[in-house]
């Protein structure tokens, strides 16, 4: 299993190491501007220089782990993360019991779902202008919007998992005497699970989206504000390392969140033992 495990990674990696590859010599040939596409190593050397301290360690001013992790990168990396996590689990925690209830019960589903078809085509960031009208400039317009960005997607999966249960379990519940709540609770949610954490990764992929959107506009850190800044003095260099950043950081998560839909739906895919 481990074998397989580092197979595939090397195999993944056989592509971007290739373009890295292709990008370099067409940087060292001079077929592109440096300052419009700098080389590999140029946003390699940049990287570098957003991930370090800025300043020398000085014990007077704290530990050396506080220094390791005073870069600008790292600050900017868990401001971004921090406003994911927080947005996201606002706009899931919104979504989950009414993508549930709106699931489980038609009335509630022919009441919610004509305003739910309305809200959602509209992208987060057409809200922009009204969330600093409503919450300035900061932290809550940047989690207001992400919270967006993740709501729909997870409760529309939610929505659609409930829905999509076999009729043939729910009448086979209610034959063995089982109640509505039973059925929702043992039946219901259980077959809907796949559908929720489906929704649950593309929600976290959307708020990776919204959050560098929402830097750029409503805060002054950040991986999102960092790339605009860059754009001000034209470091082509710090945007790239910016967006690799980005990339990595989704990559990490995704691969989180990938792991704990295969560890909860081992039963699903008929691994429990």
Do not use: C
């Not at 060292?28 to 501007?33: A, K, Q, Y």
């Not at 401001?79 to 925690?93: D, H, Q, T």
Request: net charge positive.
């Amino acid at each position: 299993m481990r074998r397989n495990t580092w197979l595939a990674a090397l195999q993944g990696a056989v592509v971007p190491l290739v373009l890295l590859a292709i990008w370099q010599a067409a940087s060292s040939s001079g077929l592109v501007n440096a300052k419009i596409l700098p080389s590999p190593v140029a946003v390699a050397v940049r990287w570098w220089a957003y991930l370090a301290p800025a300043e020398p360690f000085d014990p007077a001013n704290g530990g050396y782990v506080a220094w390791i992790f005073s870069g600008e990168l790292i600050t900017d990396a868990i401001g971004s993360l921090y406003r994911v996590v927080m947005g996201f689990l606002v706009g899931a925690v919104l979504a989950l019991p009414l993508g549930l209830a709106m699931g489980a019960s038609r009335a509630a589903f022919r009441w919610l779902n004509p305003l739910v078809e309305v809200l959602r085509p509209i992208p987060p960031i057409a809200y922009i202008p009204l969330s600093i009208l409503w919450f300035g400039l900061g932290n809550p317009p940047a989690i207001f919007l992400i919270s967006l960005g993740a709501f729909f997607p997870v409760l529309v999966n939610t929505i659609a998992g409930v829905r999509q249960v076999d009729g043939i379990y729910l009448r086979a519940a209610r034959n063995l005497g089982a109640g509505p709540l039973t059925i929702f609770r043992r039946v219901m949610l259980p077959a809907a699970t796949p559908y929720i954490l489906s929704g649950v990764r593309i929600g976290i992929g959307t708020a990776f989206i919204v959050v560098i959107v929402s830097e750029m506009i409503a805060v002054n850190n950040g991986l999102g504000f960092r790339i605009l800044e860059a754009r001000e003095y034209f470091w082509s260099d710090k945007i790239i390392a910016g967006m690799l950043t980005i990339g990595l950081l989704g990559l990490a998560i995704d691969s989180g969140v990938t792991r704990i839909n295969n560890h909860l739906l081992r039963w699903h895919r008929g691994l429990e033992h």
